[in-house]
Structure formats: structure tokens, C-alpha cells
């Protein structure tokens, strides 16, 4: 028996093998929807497999797509995978997802592995200050998206969120509720500044000064994970203790959260909190945190959109820094501050 081959699906389309080509390949972007319709009926007539193997070498691709994590454990990390993944299996692709926890070593590796696989693209929560790596897949012309993360000396497509306005507008909350001890929990910056906590404490410092608020070093209150608890036990203990405090991402204020049950301190009787990153545990705690949110799923659903116009050689050659505004979700965890009432 014949194998079938595109051109008989074309025949019986009434259609030219291009134009099955790009059914096959999911571009229907000037493609009539009868057109489409037609050229299904057919090959689920005719049972027509395309060989995708076949496909695939012909085009140089792998159908497959490789993002880098900087850590999992984010929410926004999570949210913007589940994003690139259901778009990119969309278009036929499939996704490689590595974790580097941090690790610039770890990232280094994965890059060389997933470059050795021929994957097709990477989407990079850059986790270092190693700009060579990134590089050499510039000079070489791979599709290359940062995500949340921007890397000195290194120009690509990258998208993450304004934090400075994100700080901003946690401190006009603040300051609506007649706040101005406001302190900032925050991850260390650490040797190698990771965007968005250098920008948050930046936005802080700012903010400050525009509210005309005092400047006080020891209500930057930076520290491990381990230590938050130590670090906040300090900060609430001082002779003038801050009034609201804002958790720069949703780790710090998950060891805020849990510090203040250990504590029996009650928000926002005893501290006004409001947290950056839109955490779901946020929501379903007793008083439900105010969030600054950072549109997570629509960073991912536009990281792969970009990387797929790489893949396909339709994008912009242009490095362009995407910014996402964030907003506010009010909960019940700010009040007034005691000495406004």
C-alpha cells in the first residue's frame, strides 16, 4: 500500500502543499477558517501521519524549549511556567523545565545540556553575574528570553515586572492608613544583585524619600530565609518599632506570616503587612494579606510568544525590556496607624 505523502493531502484538499505545510505546522495566521476545517476533514479522512521526525529535521527544529528556573519555590516562578507550557503545547512544542536553586553552576550545566539536546529556544531566570554564558548564545543567534531577571552587560528580549512602582504603590497604602514607620523584609542581594530584590529596595529608599519620611537603616531588614525570624525579632523589638511592614516577595512574607503566629501577633492590630508577589496563601490567611500583584501567567503567556518568533525567525532582532505594571489587592491585614487614630 502507498504511504500518503502531503501532496495527497493537498490533491484532495484542493489546496497547495504549502498550504498543508503550514496547517501542519500551526500557522493558520492567513488561513481562512473553511480552508482549515477542509484541510482536517481530509487527513482525518484519508489518516494521514505526518512524520514529525521528518518534519523536524527538515526545519533544523526539536519542537522543544527549555526553561531555566533561578528557583521553583517562587510563586511567580510557578506561574509563569504553567504559562510558556500551555502556550508552547499549543503550538506543538514541549517543554524542558530545570531548576537551578540559585546555582549559577547548576544553571551552567543545564544550559549545556539543554544546548547539547538542540532544544530549539531558552527561557532564563538568570540566577549570575556570568555574562559569558549568555553571550555565547547571543553571538550564536539562539532564541533566548530572560524572565524576572535582567543581566548587566547582557542584551535580549527580558521581562519582568516594574518593582519600583510595585513598592510605590504598597507605600501609598501605607501612607493612606496614616503610616510612616513602614520597614521592608526583604532576601539578601547578596554578591550577585538579583534584579528584582535590588530594584524593590531601590523603589523603598525612594519612596521614602518622596513620603518624607525619616531614613532608617535598621528597618531594611535583609536576611536568609533561616534567619527572617531572628532578623524580624530584632526589627519589632527596636525602642521605635515600625507600624507596617512589607515583605518584598512571597518567601519573605511567608516567614513573616509564620513568625507573627509563633509570636501571637496579630495583623494589623500589631503590625500592618502588605506583600509583593500575590502569594495564594496570602488569600486564604486570617486576616487575607493586601497584595502587590505581579501579572505572573500573562509574563509567561508573552515570554513564549516571544520565543516562539525567535524559533521562527518573526521577531523582533531588537533587545527589548518588557515591564509589567503591577497592582493592588486590598485585604483586611493594614489599619490605621496607632498614633494617626
Not at 73 to 78: K, T, V
Request: charged residues 25%; negative net charge.
Amino acid at each position: 500500500m502507498k504511504k500518503l505523502t502531503i501532496e495527497d493531502v493537498a490533491q484532495k484538499a484542493g489546496v497547495s502543499k504549502s498550504t498543508v505545510s503550514q496547517f501542519l505546522n500551526k500557522r493558520y495566521k492567513y488561513m481562512s477558517e473553511a480552508t482549515r476545517k477542509r484541510i482536517a476533514e481530509v487527513i482525518d479522512e484519508l489518516d494521514y501521519q505526518p512524520n514529525g521526525l521528518a518534519r523536524s529535521l527538515k526545519r533544523n527544529r526539536t519542537n522543544t524549549v527549555g526553561v531555566i528556573v533561578g528557583d521553583i519555590n517562587y510563586s511567580l516562578s510557578i506561574q509563569c511556567i504553567r504559562a510558556i507550557e500551555n502556550e508552547l503545547q499549543l503550538s506543538g512544542n514541549q517543554v524542558i523545565i530545570c531548576n537551578a536553586d540559585e546555582n549559577t553552576e547548576k544553571e551552567a550545566k543545564y544550559i549545556e545540556t539543554l544546548m547539547a539536546r538542540q532544544v530549539d529556544g531558552l527561557v532564563i531566570f538568570p540566577t549570575g553575574d556570568t555574562p559569558f554564558l549568555y553571550h555565547r548564545l547571543i553571538e550564536q543567534k539562539y532564541p533566548l528570553v530572560f524572565m524576572d531577571r535582567l543581566v548587566e552587560g547582557v542584551a535580549t528580549q527580558s521581562l519582568l515586572l516594574d518593582n519600583e512602582m510595585a513598592v510605590r504603590t504598597a507605600f501609598r497604602e501605607f501612607i493612606r492608613y496614616g503610616h510612616e514607620r513602614i520597614a521592608l523584609l526583604t532576601l539578601p542581594v547578596g554578591g550577585y544583585a538579583i534584579t528584582p530584590r535590588k530594584e524593590r529596595i531601590s523603589g523603598y529608599k525612594k519612596a521614602v524619600e518622596e513620603a518624607g519620611h525619616q531614613w532608617r537603616d535598621d528597618y531594611v531588614c535583609s536576611a536568609s530565609r533561616e534567619d527572617m525570624a531572628e532578623a524580624l525579632e530584632r526589627l519589632l523589638s527596636l525602642p521605635e518599632p515600625p507600624t507596617a511592614l512589607l515583605a518584598a516577595n512571597d518567601i519573605a512574607l511567608a516567614e513573616m506570616l509564620k513568625y507573627a503566629n509563633r509570636r501571637a501577633l496579630s495583623i494589623p492590630r500589631d503590625l500592618s503587612v502588605i506583600g509583593i508577589d500575590d502569594a495564594e496563601f496570602a488569600a486564604i490567611y486570617n486576616p487575607a494579606i493586601t497584595t502587590i500583584r505581579q501579572p505572573a501567567y500573562e509574563m509567561g503567556l508573552q515570554a513564549a510568544k516571544i520565543i516562539l518568533s525567535g524559533i521562527e525567525d518573526t521577531g523582533s532582532t531588537v533587545p527589548i525590556t518588557y515591564r509589567f505594571t503591577p497592582s493592588l489587592q486590598p485585604g483586611n491585614s493594614v489599619q490605621a496607624a496607632p498614633d494617626s487614630q
